[in-house]
């Protein structure tokens, strides 16, 4: 009767109970003392002694009124309190049941919802950490593709200036070697002619040759080769000079295409993995904006859960002391088991 389904109802159909003033209870007392029925004195005599001991303020409150009203009133009164309390009974049934489904539904909610703002608040960790990761490797590999090109431009730079420097090395080379063998015939033919004419000279003025044409001439040749020999040393040397940087350049070139089709997939390796970390990175972002509105919306919706739970409990759950369901119902049951025999009593059936 205390509880807040029912709380109230013996107030509203029995306000007269609480209501009678002093004065007239007891001129009705005494008005009504001698019409009293035996039963009727009987009856109000066990409903307070049930009111006394289930704590019942229902029955106790009934007991004095059946006390001072009519012997036909008091049988409708109690008639009457029997279907409120088990409409009541009903009531307080029919609040129990759809408390226990909302609680239960309620609870599932909140359960649900705050498994699921668990994960996702994880997955959120999980993805900034994975973006966080994902532009330090894109950092990176952009860093690298840069110092990459650098190196490849500045390579080029000195391939270019050391293959024109070899080229004209290689031509100068050529050149001294055309000139220096055309001297070298030069003077071979000016030697072979300036021989023919001594021999030529001593044959027929012998008589007069002189000391220094004692043999035909052959020009400044001397032990180790003379001009010639100096010039031919010469020739040699523009020969290896040539061969020597024609090697050079084919060797610096051959590495120079080595280190550019390496570079060249090392860079396309890097342009691959920049642009799949990028998308990676892009896939990502876009997960943790979704998944950080999913958060919020989850979030949103256990807190209108919780809310509604703050809203039942006041409803549905007892407060600590306070009687329970249970114990409500087993006092009401026993109440209108109370008013049944008291009615029985009433209609002169014997009290069991």
């Given at each position: 009767?205390?509880?807040?389904?029912?709380?109230?109802?013996?107030?509203?159909?029995?306000?007269?109970?609480?209501?009678?003033?002093?004065?007239?209870?007891?001129?009705?007392?005494?008005?009504?003392?001698?019409?009293?029925?035996?039963?009727?004195?009987?009856?109000?005599?066990?409903?307070?002694?049930?009111?006394?001991?289930?704590?019942?303020?229902?029955?106790?409150?009934?007991?004095?009124?059946?006390?001072?009203?009519?012997?036909?009133?008091?049988?409708?009164?109690?008639?009457?309190?029997?279907?409120?309390?088990?409409?009541?009974?009903?009531?307080?049934?029919?609040?129990?049941?759809?408390?226990?489904?909302?609680?239960?539904?309620?609870?599932?909610?909140?359960?649900?919802?705050?498994?699921?703002?668990?994960?996702?608040?994880?997955?959120?960790?999980?993805?900034?950490?994975?973006?966080?990761?994902?532009?330090?490797?894109?950092?990176?590999?952009?860093?690298?593709?840069?110092?990459?090109?650098?190196?490849?431009?500045?390579?080029?730079?000195?391939?270019?200036?050391?293959?024109?420097?070899?080229?004209?090395?290689?031509?100068?080379?050529?050149?001294?070697?055309?000139?220096?063998?055309?001297?070298?015939?030069?003077?071979?033919?000016?030697?072979?002619?300036?021989?023919?004419a001594t021999a030529f000279t001593q044959n027929k003025v012998v008589a007069k040759q002189p000391e220094i044409f004692d043999e035909p001439y052959k020009g400044m040749g001397g032990e180790n080769g003379g001009v010639i020999g100096m010039m031919e040393v010469i020739?040699?040397?523009?020969?290896?000079?040539?061969?020597?940087?024609?090697?050079?350049?084919?060797?610096?070139?051959?590495?120079?295409?080595?280190?550019?089709?390496?570079?060249?997939?090392?860079?396309?390796?890097?342009?691959?993995?920049?642009?799949?970390?990028?998308?990676?990175?892009?896939?990502?972002?876009?997960?943790?904006?979704?998944?950080?509105?999913?958060?919020?919306?989850?979030?949103?919706?256990?807190?209108?859960?919780?809310?509604?739970?703050?809203?039942?409990?006041?409803?549905?759950?007892?407060?600590?002391?306070?009687?329970?369901?249970?114990?409500?119902?087993?006092?009401?049951?026993?109440?209108?088991?109370?008013?049944?025999?008291?009615?029985?009593?009433?209609?002169?059936?014997?009290?069991?």
């Amino acid at each position: 009767m205390s509880s807040n389904a029912v709380k109230g109802h013996s107030e509203k159909h029995l306000p007269q109970l609480l209501q009678i003033q002093a004065k007239h209870a007891v001129a009705l007392v005494q008005l009504s003392a001698q019409s009293q029925s035996p039963s009727q004195q009987q009856v109000a005599s066990y409903l307070k002694s049930q009111g006394k001991k289930l704590h019942s303020r229902v029955l106790s409150a009934l007991a004095e009124r059946i006390v001072v009203d009519p012997f036909k009133k008091v049988k409708k009164m109690v008639k009457d309190l029997i279907v409120k309390l088990m409409e009541e009974a009903q009531a307080e049934t029919e609040h129990k049941g759809w408390c226990d489904m909302e609680l239960a539904t309620n609870e599932k909610t909140r359960t649900k919802k705050t498994a699921d703002v668990e994960h996702l608040t994880a997955q959120i960790d999980e993805l900034e950490a994975s973006v966080a990761s994902l532009s330090e490797d894109v950092d990176s590999v952009s860093k690298a593709i840069a110092e990459l090109d650098a190196a490849m431009a500045k390579a080029i730079a000195i391939r270019s200036e050391e293959k024109a420097k070899n080229t004209q090395t290689i031509a100068d080379a050529q050149e001294g070697q055309a000139a220096v063998s055309e001297a070298i015939g030069v003077l071979q033919d000016f030697y072979a002619s300036a021989s023919e004419a001594t021999a030529f000279t001593q044959n027929k003025v012998v008589a007069k040759q002189p000391e220094i044409f004692d043999e035909p001439y052959k020009g400044m040749g001397g032990e180790n080769g003379g001009v010639i020999g100096m010039m031919e040393v010469i020739e040699a040397d523009f020969t290896r000079l040539e061969s020597e940087t024609k090697s050079s350049e084919s060797q610096a070139q051959k590495e120079f295409d080595e280190f550019m089709d390496d570079s060249n997939v090392d860079k396309a390796q890097k342009e691959k993995d920049h642009e799949h970390w990028s998308a990676s990175k892009q896939n990502q972002a876009q997960a943790l904006v979704e998944t950080k509105s999913d958060l919020a919306g989850t979030q949103k919706e256990l807190d209108a859960a919780e809310a509604y739970y703050n809203k039942l409990k006041p409803q549905c759950i007892a407060e600590e002391g306070a009687e329970s369901y249970e114990e409500r119902v087993a006092r009401r049951k026993e109440e209108v088991e109370s008013l049944q025999e008291a009615l029985r009593i009433l209609q002169g059936e014997e009290v069991i």
